[in-house]
C-alpha cells in the first residue's frame, strides 16, 4: 500500500519545537515530512527529526503492563497493574506519610501528562513530591531568573535572531542541540548580523563567529564580572534604561570593581583585549539577543552564572525590546512546558508558589480535594530519602534518571532501595529495568495534546496512529489509579483537549488558550490571558512581572572539583545532533546510530599525543566516582586539558564520572566540570561497556 | 502528442480516473498539504510551488521505508511489491522529469518497478514560475516535457482546461469520458502559455556560471570545507530532492529470523560512505556537500544520464537550515 496518511505535529526531540507531519502506513508511521508553512521550522528539520519514525517504531515497545518477579517481568493485566500499584501507594503513604511517595514527571511528556502527574501527586497522593528532569538542565534558569527579571523562561522570540544586530551565544551548541534554531543564527550570520560565542569548547558557532571567547570551564561568573568591570568603567552602560527599570546597579558596580581585565584574564585564560572588544560588541548593538544553555546551568554555581548572565544583559539594556533579551535554550520538546505545568516541588501550574496558602485553597477548591501543604522534595531529595529509608514509592514517567541523572551508583542505589518503583514507557530503558511495574504508554505519534517550546509557544501534538498493544496515554493512567488510590473521580478525563481546558482555567497565562485558537494562530506564546489574547512575543517590554529587574552582585567561585595531579584532566559533557537525551529514541535509527561509535571522548591532539591515543583508538577515563571505557575523538573542538563526553550512550556513559556537587539552591549537579585521568587502552583492545565493567568489578 | 481535449475542470478528469484506480493529488489540512488519496468531497487544489510539497510524489513510487524480504528461519519469502493501479494526478513538470530520471536509476529494482508500473501520471504545467525554481535552467519545465505524463493538463487563468494525451495509456484511461475536443488553436494557446510562465521564471546566472565553474574544477576545497563546516549532516536536502535515490538496508529481527527493509538515506551522512576499514572516500563535510553537487549537476552525471540530475525544483533551497540550497550555494560559487 501506498502511504495516504500523513498528520501534521510537532517534533518531540528539542525545545524549538518544529512543526512535522507523520506519514503513515496503517497503524505504522512510515516517514517524516516537513512542514513549509511552520511557524517556527519553515521546510526544515534536524537530523533527530527526520529519524523520528524509527525512534517511536513498535519494535522493542512495551506491549503490555509488565510486572516483576524475580529477575524477570510477566506480562500482566492492565486491572492487576493498577490494583498492586494503588495498593502499593496506598501502604507507602500509610505507612510513612505521603512524604513517602512521588512522582517524577516528563519534559518529553505533554502539558496534560504533566498536569495530570502534579494533580495526581498534590490531590491523591497528597505530596507535593513531583518533580522532572528541568533539575538537570534549567532549574537554575527558573530560580535565577524569577529573582532578577520574575520569569525563567526564553524572553524572546526564534524569530527575534533575524531582528538582531548581534547574536551572543553563551554555553550553548545550537547547531547540535537545537539545530534548526542554530540554523537560523548560522542564517543570520550570513545576512551580516555579528557573532560572539563564550564557550570553552571551539564548536561550529565558534569557528563562525566574530569573536570567540574561549573560557576554562567553570569561570563563568569571573568573565561575566569582567565584561561588566569593562562597561562600568567606560560608562558604557544603559544609564536610562538603569534608572528607569532595574535596582541594585550600584552593588554591582561596586562589586564588579575588582574584576579587572587582568585578574579575569588570568582567571578565565581570555585575553584582556577580546574582552574588551565583547563589551564593546555588546553594549554598541542596537539589538543584541543573547542565548545561553547548559554551560551556564549545570554547575555548583548554576543559580549564580544565570544571575550573572542577567546582570550583563541588564547592564547594556538589552532586553525588552525585539532582537534581544535573556534567552535559555531549553534542552528537552516540552521542559517549559513541564515547569509551566508545575511539575516542580514548589509551584502549582503557573509558578503559583505552593507556599501561599490562597494558591493551595483555589486548587483545593477546583479539584475538590484537599492538596499537600508540607513542602515537596527534588528528584535528587526523593532519591537520597530513599537511600535514607524515609520514602517507598515512586512513578517515573518516561524519564530515565539512570543513564540521564548524574552519578549513576547513586541513583541506582537510591532506585533499588524503594519498596516500589512504578515506570510509564515506551521501551525497557535502563531505569525501567529497575522498576517492579512497567506501564506501557502511547508515544508523542499516539496521542493528543501540546509542547510548549522553548520560547514559550504552545503547541499542538496529534494522534498519527493508535498505541500498539495496550499502550495508553500518561493522563489516562493516572486518571485510573486516582480513582483506586483515592477513589478520587476528577481526573476521570475523556481526552486530553478536557484537560487542556481544566489547565487553561487554574493557569493565568495560558488563561486565553484553547485547542482551535492554537490551532488558529499557529501556536500561542504565553502570557496569553485577556490582556494578550494573541499571545506574548517577547517578555518585560514596559515592566517586568517582579516590577523592576534587580541585579545580584556574584562572586566568582570555580567547580567543587579541579584537575590535579591524580586527575589531571577537566571533563566535560556535551550532546550531539544525531542524539536526544538518552537516545532511548534516537538510537532506535539506523542511520543516527551509524554516523557515531557508541560512546566518544573528544580530545585535544596534544593531549592524545601525551597518552599516546590514536583516533577511534579505546581509552579508559577514571574519575574519582567511577571509569568508563569509550574511543577517542581527537578534535580541536576541545582545548588541552580539556576532554568532552557526550551523554547519550549507555555503554559508555559520562555520569558515571561525572560530580554530583549541586548548587545549593536548586540543587543543579555540576556535570559540567570535573577532574579526570585517560589512559589508552591496548590497540587490539575494544572499550568495555559499562555492563561488562560492572560484571568485571563483580569478580 | 496529438489528441488535445478541452475539460469542464480538473475535477472532471479526477473523478474520472478515480473510477479505476486510487487518486493521490495535493491535499491540505489546514495549513498542511501533501500528496494524499483523494477523497470523493475533498478539495482537489492543484499545488505548483514545489517547496510547499515538500516530498512530492516521491514516497508512492521509491517508498521511505519498505520491505524487501522476509527469512523465516529456512527460506527467504520476497515482500511482493504493491502493483494496485494509482494515478498520480497533478505532477509538475519538474518533478516528472525527476521521475523520468528515477525510472532510468531504479530500472532492475523490482519494488519500483512494481509501483511504477501501476501508476499513471497526469501532469500539469506551470502557469508562472516559482519562488525558488529554476526548471528552465535545467530543462525540466515549466511546461510538462514530453514524454513525461500520461496526461497533461494545461490552464489558463480565464479559460477552460485542456487536456493534452501523453501516451497510450494515457488516451485508454480517459477512453471512456466523453470529452469536448480542444479548439483548433490549443497547441498554439499552450505554447504562447509556456513562453509567459518562462518569461516570469526570475533570471538565475549564478545557476549556469556556477556550474560552468564546477565542471572547470574552478572551486577550490578551501570553499568547499567552509561551506561544509555548516551542514549540519541533517538530511533534509535527500528528504526532499525528488532525485535523490540512496537507501539503506537494516534487519529487523521477527519471528525465528528476520525481515530486510529499506530506508531513504542520505549521503550528507559521514556513516553512508563509510567503509568497514574506517577508510572514508569523502571524510570531511566539504567533500561530501561537494559530491552533493556534483552528483546532482557535474559533467559526468549529465554525460551517464544525458541530464543533469538536479531539475531544479528549489526544494533544497528551503529544506537547509545551514543556507546551503542550490542557490546558496551555486550563488556563493559563482561569486568567488
Ligand atoms: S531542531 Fe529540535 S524540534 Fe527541530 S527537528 Fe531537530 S530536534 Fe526536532
Ligand atoms: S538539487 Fe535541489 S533544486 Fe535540484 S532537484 Fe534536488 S532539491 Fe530540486
Ligand atoms: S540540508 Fe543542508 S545542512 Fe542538511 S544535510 Fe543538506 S546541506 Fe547539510
Redesign the interface.
Known amino acids: 500500500?501506498?502511504?495516504?496518511?500523513?498528520?501534521?505535529t510537532t517534533c518531540p526531540f528539542c525545545g524549538v519545537g518544529c512543526g512535522m507531519?507523520l506519514?503513515t502506513?496503517g497503524t505504522r508511521v512510515?516517514?517524516i515530512?516537513?512542514?513549509?508553512?511552520?511557524r517556527i521550522s519553515?521546510?526544515?528539520?534536524?537530523?533527530k527529526?527526520?529519524a523520528a519514525?524509527?525512534g517511536i517504531d513498535p519494535?522493542d515497545r512495551v506491549l503490555r503492563p509488565l510486572l516483576r518477579q524475580g529477575g524477570d517481568f510477566c506480562e500482566t493485566s492492565w486491572d492487576d497493574a493498577l490494583e498492586r500499584v494503588s495498593e502499593a501507594l496506598r501502604d507507602a503513604v500509610a505507612e510513612l506519610g505521603p512524604a513517602a511517595a512521588g512522582v517524577i514527571s516528563c519534559a518529553r511528556a505533554t502539558n496534560e501528562d504533566n498536569y495530570a502527574a502534579q494533580k495526581f501527586a498534590r490531590a491523591v497522593l497528597q505530596t507535593n513530591n513531583v518533580d522532572h528532569c528541568a533539575r538537570i538542565c534549567h532549574s537554575p534558569s527558573v530560580a535565577g531568573l524569577r529573582q532578577t527579571l520574575g520569569s525563567g523562561a526564553m524572553t524572546n522570540s526564534i524569530d527575534d535572531i533575524e531582528r538582531a544586530d548581534l547574536i551572543v551565544i553563551c554555553g550553548c551548541d545550537p547547531?547540535e542541540n537545537h539545530?534548526?534554531l542554530?540554523?537560523?543564527v548560522?542564517?543570520a550570520k550570513?545576512r551580516g548580523a555579528r557573532l560572539l560565542v563564550i564557550d570553552p569548547r571551539k564548536t561550529?558557532l565558534a569557528?563562525?563567529a566574530d569573536l570567540h571567547l574561549q573560557l576554562a570551564p567553570g569561570t563563568n561568573i569571573a568573565l561575566l564580572n569582567g565584561l561588566l568591570h569593562i562597561i562600568f568603567a567606560r560608562g558604557w552602560q544603559n544609564r536610562e534604561f538603569l534608572e528607569a527599570r532595574v535596582d541594585g546597579v550600584e552593588a554591582v558596580a561596586e562589586k564588579v570593581r575588582d574584576y579587572d581585565p587582568a585578574r579575569v584574564e588570568a582567571i578565565t585564560g581570555v585575553p584582556a583585549t577580546d574582552l574588551e572588544r565583547a563589551a564593546r560588541m555588546y553594549t554598541e548593538a542596537e539589538a543584541a539577543l543573547l542565548c545561553y544553555g547548559m554551560g551556564i546551568t549545570q554547575h555548583t554555581t548554576g543559580t549564580n552564572n544565570v544571575m550573572a548572565v542577567s546582570n550583563l544583559v541588564l547592564a547594556a539594556g538589552q532586553i525588552g525590546r525585539p532582537g534581544t533579551g535573556i534567552n535559555p535554550l531549553r534542552g528537552q520538546n516540552n521542559v517549559q512546558g513541564a515547569c509551566d505545568m508545575g511539575a516542580l516541588p514548589n509551584v502549582y501550574p503557573g509558578y503559583q508558589p505552593v507556599a501561599d496558602a490562597a494558591v493551595r485553597a483555589k486548587f483545593a477548591s477546583a479539584w475538590g480535594r484537599e492538596v499537600a501543604s508540607a513542602p515537596g522534595l527534588t528528584s535528587l531529595g526523593m532519591q537520597k530519602a530513599a537511600r535514607d529509608s524515609a520514602f517507598r514509592a515512586m512513578i517515573i514517567m518516561g524519564e530515565d534518571p539512570v543513564v540521564t541523572d548524574p552519578d549513576q551508583n547513586q541513583v541506582e542505589a537510591a532506585l533499588r532501595a524503594l519498596d516500589t518503583l512504578v515506570v510509564f514507557e515506551l521501551t525497557l530503558t535502563e531505569t525501567a529495568k529497575l522498576a517492579d511495574v512497567v506501564l506501557p504508554v502511547a508515544s508523542f505519534a499516539e496521542k493528543d495534546g501540546t509542547f510548549t517550546n522553548c520560547e514559550r509557544r504552545v503547541q499542538r501534538v496529534r494522534a498519527a496512529v493508535p498505541p500498539p498493544g495496550e499502550a495508553r496515554p500518561d493522563w489516562w493512567i493516572l486518571g485510573k489509579l486516582a480513582r483506586r488510590v483515592a477513589g478520587y473521580e476528577g481526573m476521570a478525563y475523556d481526552g486530553a483537549e478536557a484537560i487542556f481546558d481544566e489547565l487553561t482555567s487554574l493557569t493565568p497565562s495560558y488563561s486565553a488558550m484553547s485547542y482551535p485558537r492554537i490551532?488558529q494562530r499557529?501556536g500561542l506564546q504565553w502570557p496569553c490571558d485577556a490582556e494578550h489574547p494573541d499571545g506574548t512575543p517577547y517578555l518585560h517590554a514596559g515592566r517586568f512581572p517582579i516590577g523592576r529587574a534587580r541585579m545580584v552582585p556574584l562572586e566568582h567561585q570555580g567547580p567543587a572539583e579541579r584537575p590535579d595531579s591524580e586527575y589531571p584532566l577537566w571533563l566535560t559533557t556535551q550532546r550531539l545532533?544525531?542524539h536526544y537525551g538518552c537516545g532511548s529514541m534516537t538510537r532506535k535509527s539506523?542511520?543516527l546510530e551509524?554516523?557515531t561509535p557508541p560512546g566518544l571522548l573528544f580530545i585535544h591532539p596534544d593531549d592524545a599525543a601525551t597518552h599516546g591515543l590514536v583516533q577511534?583508538g579505546g581509552v579508559r577515563v577514571c574519575s574519582r566516582r567511577g571509569v568508563v571505557e569509550t574511543r577517542a575523538l581527537i578534535s580541536d573542538q576541545v582545548p588541552p586539558g580539556l576532554v568532552s563526553m557526550p551523554y547519550h550512550f549507555k555503554e559508555a556513559p559520562s555520569n558515571q564520572l561525572t560530580n554530583d556537587a549541586q548548587d545549593p539552591l536548586t540543587k543543579m549537579p555540576e556535570l559540567k566540570a570535573c577532574a579526570v585521568r585517560i589512559e589508552a587502552l591496548p590497540a587490539e583492545v575494544a572499550p568495555r561497556t559499562r555492563a561488562e565493567l560492572a560484571q568485571e568489578a563483580a569478580r | 502528442m496529438s489528441d488535445v481535449y478541452e475539460l469542464t475542470g480538473l475535477r472532471q478528469l479526477a473523478d474520472h480516473l478515480a473510477r479505476e484506480a486510487?487518486v493521490?493529488a495535493p491535499q491540505h489540512?489546514?495549513?498542511?498539504?501533501?500528496f494524499?488519496?483523494l477523497s470523493e468531497d475533498g478539495d482537489l487544489e492543484i499545488c505548483r510551488e514545489p517547496?510547499?510539497l515538500?516530498?512530492a510524489a516521491k514516497?508512492?513510487l521509491f517508498?521511505?521505508?519498505e520491505s524487501l524480504f522476509v527469512f523465516d528461519g529456512a527460506r527467504f519469502v520476497e515482500t511482493p511489491a504493491?502493483s494496485?493501479p494509482?494515478v498520480l494526478f497533478g505532477l509538475t513538470a519538474c518533478d516528472l522529469t525527476a521521475i523520468a530520471y528515477l525510472d532510468r536509476f531504479f530500472e532492475g529494482d523490482p519494488h519500483y518497478v512494481a509501483?511504477r508500473r501501476a501508476a499513471l501520471l497526469v501532469g500539469v504545467d506551470c502557469e508562472r514560475g516559482c519562488r525558488d525554481g529554476f526548471c528552465d535552467a535545467m530543462d525540466a519545465g515549466p511546461g510538462v516535457r514530453d514524454g513525461s505524463a500520461d496526461l497533461v493538463v494545461h490552464t489558463a487563468p480565464d479559460a477552460s482546461p485542456l487536456l493534452f494525451i501523453g501516451s497510450e495509456r494515457g488516451a485508454a484511461a480517459v477512453a471512456g469520458l466523453a470529452l469536448e475536443p480542444a479548439p483548433a488553436d490549443a497547441t498554439e494557446r499552450r505554447a504562447r502559455g509556456l513562453e509567459a510562465a518562462e518569461a516570469s521564471l526570475g533570471a538565475r546566472p549564478h545557476i549556469a556560471a556556477g556550474i560552468a565553474r564546477l565542471d572547470a574544477g574552478e572551486v577550490s576545497a578551501e570553499l568547499w570545507e567552509e561551506l561544509g563546516?555548516?551542514c549540519?549532516?541533517?538530511?533534509?536536502c535527500t528528504?526532499?530532492c525528488p532525485t535523490c535515490t540512496c537507501f539503506?538496508t537494516?534487519d529487523?529481527?521477527e519471528g525465528d529470523g528476520a525481515r530486510r527493509l529499506r530506508?531513504?538515506?542520505?549521503c550528507l551522512?559521514?556513516?553512508?560512505q563509510?567503509e568497514a576499514s574506517?577508510h572514508h572516500p569523502a571524510p570531511t563535510a566539504g567533500m561530501r556537500l561537494e559530491r552533493f553537487f556534483r552528483h546532482k549537476l557535474g559533467e559526468p552525471v549529465r554525460a551517464r544520464f544525458g541530464r543533469a540530475t538536479c531539475v531544479g525544483c528549489g526544494r533544497c533551497e528551503?529544506?537547509?537550515?545551514?543556507?546551503l540550497g542550490i542557490h546558496s550555494t551555486l550563488g556563493r560559487i559563482a561569486a568567488t
Do not use: I, K, N
Request: net charge positive.
Open positions: 500500500m501506498g502511504t495516504l496518511c500523513s498528520v501534521a507531519a506519514r502506513e512510515v516517514g515530512e516537513p512542514l513549509p508553512r511552520h519553515c521546510g526544515q528539520l534536524c537530523a527529526g527526520y519514525a524509527q519494535r547547531t539545530s534548526v542554530g540554523g537560523r548560522m542564517a550570513l561550529r569557528r563562525m490551532e499557529g545532533h544525531y539506523p542511520l551509524r554516523e577511534g | 486510487r493521490v489540512d489546514g495549513e498542511h498539504r501533501c494524499a488519496l517547496s510547499q515538500p516530498l514516497p508512492f517508498a521511505e521505508r504493491p494496485e494509482l509501483r563546516l555548516r549540519l549532516a541533517c538530511s533534509g528528504t526532499v539503506t537494516t529487523e529481527p530506508y531513504w538515506d542520505s551522512f559521514e556513516g553512508f563509510r574506517g528551503s529544506a537547509c537550515p545551514a543556507v
